[in-house]
């Protein structure tokens, strides 16, 4: 007896590359806030998954990394303890990027052997595995700029990385929901517009909240609602000429945007949510666009934490899965308003 397809182990096998694509952002964002993504310096697919095991390796690892300038120009005072805490993020960043490979391949070859996956769910299933491969390569090319004379990766490589690992989260999400909701229904083709439109205006918040990662941003301007003290907009914040490049190179002009745009990312959610509320709703399109309002409430809070308290660790990991969690919702509510 043929089994069917698209079954309930594939749609656990893509859930389960969600909650893997989830912890492995989470994971990035330590590792970003501990300053730990340059500890390896080296791409080895495969030995590098293996951590240094005894205290010649972890010497002959040290050694490699003082040969690079985040060493020699920031961390010169590093002994072998200091060197060991900061791979350790880097090299679980690593490990778990790999598991996820593993994690989609392997099932993925087993399904189309044992032809459990309809035709159309092969090409989504490719889709991903491009977005996927595609997101390892983004995280080497960003290490790669923070090798050679600065100690301090690209903010567009890191934007580019992090950007692309929340929309593979998303598409990979996305082709589990078309499996759990097959059922296509009549939909307002108007106010599902809406919510593409919120949706790409959450995206660049999203890239922009990379560049404020990329540049250390976040660690000006300490104040709220003002930039500074009686100031909504601090005069560095456009001091760079020409003009544009205060929105994408200069550190308080990207923080004024993304703090700004806040703003706006709250305004479109509230508008989705107040719109729906005339609509008759499915009960998952009414959990769908409340889940968007609190999670934006909670978002835009722990931003202005994140901002007053100076980043701590805890904080900034919060903010970053408070990202997720929105981009999460608005997938979902997104799909319930297209099918």
Known sequence: MAKQKDNKKVIYWLLTGCALLFVMVVVGGITRLTDSGLSMSE???????????????????????????????????????????????????????RLIGLVFILPFIYFIATKQLTAKTIKKSLVLLFLGGFQGFLGWYMVKSGLVDMPDVSHYRLAAHLTTAFLTFAATLWVALDLIYPNKKPIDKSFRNLIGVGYVVLILQIIYGGFVAGLKAGLLHNHWPFMNEGKFIHESAYAIEPFYLNLIENPSGIQFVHRTFAYVVVVFVAIIWYRAKQMELTKLQTQGVNSLLVLVGVQFLLGVLTIIYGVPLWLGVAHQIGAFFLLSAMTFTLHRFSR
Do not use: C, M
């Not at 390796?57 to 005072?77: C, D, N, R």
């Not at 090299?91 to 990027?97: E, Y």
């Open 43 to 97: 791409y080895k697919l495969i030995t590098g998954t293996i951590p240094p095991l005894n205290d010649a390796e972890w010497q002959e690892a040290f050694a490699v990394y003082q040969q690079y300038p985040e060493f020699q120009k920031l961390h010169s005072h590093f002994t072998l303890s200091d060197f060991k805490a900061i791979y350790f993020w880097e090299w679980l960043h690593r490990v778990i990027g």
